[in-house]
Every structure is written in structure tokens, then in C-alpha cells.
């Protein structure tokens, strides 16, 4: 895949990666299979999208018909809120190297800031005081194993990657937020390209299936429209374009052959720098959001208040 960008362990994560998350159990297999015989090299999974053993099972099958390498595939997964405690990491990513086929992860991330209780629904009522520290420090074995040949985080605002940057013996590789032309992460971005991680954008598209009725739409708004328009390509390639070219990768999640395809064809071209700035017209709106009761315990409202997500 053109242009990979390179990572702090020296590793390259090529800038397009299939998402998972929604992508159907019965779908997602043919979903990686397709992917992987257009070009996709890279892949984003997770034990919470519930599919990591049909994403094993469509791997398995594509290494032993020699379609593709294990060493040419890209493959990250995530440690879920209930694993997030220094005890839970080793099983954690045993089960995930199991359900997937593999030996080892070209990236492990921490979901995210949270700890739940075991087995518990992710509502803030669930979630428990979280040791990040402790948490990197068992990562960081992983990493010295080779278990998992990069490490990093999800949803981590400015003042939390700040906080893991200060303890970190092995800093994180990537932080993996929302990044779209309409939730833009300026600070952020620059955050982490200060401190060398790189920043990988999930629901590239402004996730329309999941950001919920009402939700202001990536792939709708005229400025997107517009510049699609003018350059003579679709809406979703003009956001994906948008990412490659502020520096993150992008996680596109599709089970439809035809826009798998479609979302790789961001190569080749580019957006004028005239037509970059209109971007910064789009107003700013974090889509995925999860909204919850207010916890009697600690006051917090919802879990992006456990994040303390940030602009
Ligand atoms: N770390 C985290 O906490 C986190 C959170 C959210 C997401 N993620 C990762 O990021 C990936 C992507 O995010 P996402 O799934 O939220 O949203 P997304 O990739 O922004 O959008 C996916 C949606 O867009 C549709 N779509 C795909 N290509 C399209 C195209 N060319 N034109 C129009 N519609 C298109 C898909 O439908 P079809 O499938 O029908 O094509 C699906 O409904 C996830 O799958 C997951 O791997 C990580």
C-alpha cells in the first residue's frame, strides 16, 4: 500500500486500515477476505466488536491459500475496559492472539482510560478506579516478549496522554481517537506529533451508522460535498484523503465489497492546499458519544467524562 507512515518503534502502519467495530458476525469474514485481495494491509479489531474469531478464521484461511504474509499484514487489537489492571493483560491478549490465529500483534492499544467491572456493561455505574500506570507497565511486557511489536492507547485526551508520556518506559506508539473533517482533534494531533505518536482516526466517515439519528453527517456536509465535487471523487474519499493528509492513518469500516474498494482509492491524487483550508470551515462536533445517567459515586455523567475528552 502506498505511503505507510512510521511508527516511533521504527515499524511502518500502512494508512489504510479495515475497521471491524458493527461489521456483522457472518459479514466480517468475507468483509477481511475482500479487503485483503484489493490491497488493504492493515486491520483494526477488538475482543468488544465480538467478531475477532470470524476475523481469525477469514486470516487463517488467507495465509494458507498464500494470498497474503502474516509479516505483510498490519494488525492491531485493543485491551477492553474489563482487562484494564496489570493481572488481566496477559489473558487478555492470549485470548485475543487465540480467537485471531496468531502469534503475536503488530499493535495492542488500551481501549481506552476505563476500568469496568468484570463482565459488566460499559455505563459509567459500572466503572471502577483505573491504574493506567500499572496497566502500561504489563503492555510494556507484552512489548518486551514480542507479543505485541507496538503498543499504545484509544481515547486518550491531551492530559491523559501527557500523564502516560511521564511514566511510559515504552512510549505509545499510537493514540486511536475519532478523527474526521468534523471532529478534527487539532490539539491533539499536534500533541502527539510533538511527543512522536501517531495519531490513527477511527469512524474516519463521521461513523453513520452508529453516531445516531440527528447527528450532524461527515459525508453530508456541503464542504465535503463541494470539494468531492470539484476533485471528481466520492464524499468518503475526500474525508479519508483529508486524514492521510494531516498525518493519521484511517480506519474505515465497510462489509460492502464495492465501498472496501472504494475507500482505498485515496491514492494518486490529493487535495489542493487551497481546498485543505475550507476544512477548517466545518464545525466541530464529537459523534460518538455515549450518554448515561449521572454515577452517585463519583458524579461522573458519562463515560467521555471518564475519558475527559478534550477538543
Ligand atoms: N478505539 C475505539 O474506541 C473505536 C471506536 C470506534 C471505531 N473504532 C474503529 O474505527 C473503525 C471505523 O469507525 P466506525 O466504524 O465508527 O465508522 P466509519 O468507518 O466512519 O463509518 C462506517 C460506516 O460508514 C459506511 N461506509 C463505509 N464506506 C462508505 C462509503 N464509501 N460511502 C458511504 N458509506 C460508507 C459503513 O457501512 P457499510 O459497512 O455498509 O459500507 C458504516 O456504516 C471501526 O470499525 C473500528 O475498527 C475504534
Redesign the pocket.
Known sequence: MAGSFVLNTGASIPPVGL?????AQGLVGGAVCAAVKVGYRHL???PS?GNEKEVGMALHRLFQDGVVKREDLFITS?LWYSNNGPQYVPEAIQTTLDDLQLEYLDLY?I??PIRLKKGSAPISENSLPCDIPATWAAMEKLHDAGRARAIGV??FSCRKLEALLAVARVPPAVN?V?C?PGWRQARLRELCRSAGVHLSA?????????AGAGAPSV?GHPVVASIAGRLQR???QVALRWGLQVGQSV??????EA?IR??LGIFGWSIPEALMAEFSGIEQVKL?RAEFGVNPVNGYKTLEDLWDGEI
Not at 475497521?19 to 461489521?23: D, E, M, P, Q
Not at 480506519?251 to 460492502?256: N, V
Open positions: 475497521g471491524t467495530w458493527h461489521a483494526d479489531c477488538a466488536y485493543k492499544l481501549h481506552g484509544s481515547n486511536q475519532e474526521h477511527y469512524s474516519p466517515l463521521g461513523s453513520p451508522a452508529a459525508l466520492t464524499r468518503a480506519l474505515p469500516k465497510s462489509t460492502d465501498r472504494e475507500n460518538l
